[in-house]
């Protein structure tokens, strides 16, 4: 095997990561999304562009206010110390919670363009058809906003495999439990590992390369509203 | 009871709804107009896809709207087909059909093995709307429509994306519903054709505005207010074929108040047909005119007189029997004739058109 046991368990940490990021922010991105692509509030503006602030900040920045948020004088700190969880940082569950925040924009944005795209018409027909707007949104939205749900969730998982900052600012470093496979190239890196730091460049070079070639050749085009 | 009570005020920038109908609770009524005359908002708010702040809408006593009611779309019992059929692609054509039949409560009228029958589409069944034709797919969003048992069918101009052949392929099953179907239609048209072949009662739409509404023969005999059906000022009589006449290649329609020979068209006798007689194809005699070539001749009465668009011309509305023609004559000619209200005449038809 070319890749040592802590590189295996690196990636296995990141895999996991990633995973329950994107199951996460299926269940919450997809209402954020679906109240972006409906509303007229006026403050629809700005909450679309605090989705999109991870786009534009560097990850230390949001990293940041992710610790003290978490630290244990931060809000959400006292929060969870108050129910017995003790403080977030430097634990798994606080990484995932950090690439939630990190990873929204990724999930949303493809998601409210589906959405979007979808228009008014098909709405108003399953209304007339006597389903109610959540019958609408399962038996009429969710297959036809299908491809976006497809890309938003390859995005999604592909963008939390591939973070750097957050999880140094929130997660450390600590192995089998915030150690992801970037954090883990650093280390080789830092070490002077090149050829280990290779290996592991090299996975993730495929894995990423891989998952864009799936999702630009498996994108069929655009179907035609009947 | 039976009827149907819309009023409604929609005041949008740049355009204003302001109605108060009483709509007939059978038969097709026909909403017609211009593009922009607010029929399709108007059709909108009836099925509740539109919501005037003002509004009021008992729908055979049941009310669908008032101050204090508004019942959602997906509550109301009507069956709506949009002007592009508007099918869900990702379904095939039964599924398509079934989407409304499942979430009925199946109270309605018409089955869905009766809505395929009705559009001709039973062959279609398996297949997915992309790869339908224009006039495939409408059929299908009709019976979609109708697949839900509703208790009135609103259609926004159907046929209005289709081309004239695809037309021609749709207006018959549209007629079959007309004659097969006892749940009340509203018909949004700009089309005269499709409102002179299809429908029983008129409402005649205008800036935003009811102008005219009423039975169909009726209205368009109005004078006051003539509506153009098209090209020209003219009534149209529900009729019957009652003879062909082989040797001549001319069919006989009876209608009420008299007979009038046209072309054949090859309807079988005792078929009910609509004829069309434009106002400028009508001329009025006081006696029985001699040799002539026009071959339709009846017996009416002057009923009312009224001004034309230019001034050398006018309207006369004439009795014949139960039904009412329109005449377009020169003031000249009717000065020298006396035409007045109550005057004996002979009614002249020098061309009937058959909508088939």
Known sequence: MLLTDSDLQAIWLTIRLA???TLILLLIGTPIAWWL??????????VGAVVALPLVLPPSVLGFYLLLAMGPNGPFGQLTQSLGLGTLPFTFWGLVIASVFYSLPFMVQPLQNAFEGIGERPLEVAATLRASPVDTFFSVVLPLARPGFITAGILTFAHTVGEFGVVLMIGGNIPGVTRVASVQIYDHVEAMEYADAHRLAAVMLVFSFTVLLAMYTRRSPARKAA | ME????????????????????????????????????KTSLLRCIAGLERASCGRLVFK??????????LPTHRRPIGYVFQE????????????????????DGAGRVGLDAAIELLGIGHLLERKPDTLSGGERQRVGIARALAVGPEILLMDEPLAALDLKRKQEILPYLERLHDELDIPVIYVSHSPDEVARLADHIVAMDGGRAVAAGPLGETLARLDLPIRLGEDVGVVLDATVGEIDAEWHLARVDFAGGSLWTRDHAVPVGKRVRVRVLARDV?????????????????GC?????????????????QVGASLLVARLTRRSAAQLGIAPGLPVKVQVKSVALME
């Open chain 1, 19 to 21: 995973g329950i990021t």
């Open chain 1, 37 to 46: 692509a409906r509303s007229r509030a006026w403050w629809k503006g700005p």
């Open chain 2, 3 to 38: 009827n149907i009570q819309a009023r409604f005020k929609l005041d949008w920038p740049g355009f204003t709804l302001d109605v108060d109908l009483n709509l007939p609770g059978r038969g097709v009524t026909a909403l017609f107009g211009h593009s922009g005359s607010g």
């Open chain 2, 61 to 70: 006593g049941k009310i669908w709207q008032d101050e204090k009611n508004w």
């Open chain 2, 85 to 104: 059929a508007s099918l869900f692609p990702h379904l095939s054509i039964l599924g398509n059909l079934r989407y409304g039949q499942k979430r009925s």
């Open chain 2, 283 to 299: 001329s009025l005699a006081l006696d029985e005119p001699g040799m002539s070539s026009i071959q339709n001749c009846l017996d």
């Open chain 2, 302 to 318: 002057v009923e009312s007189v009224a001004a034309d668009d230019h001034p050398g011309l006018l309207l006369v509305r004439v």
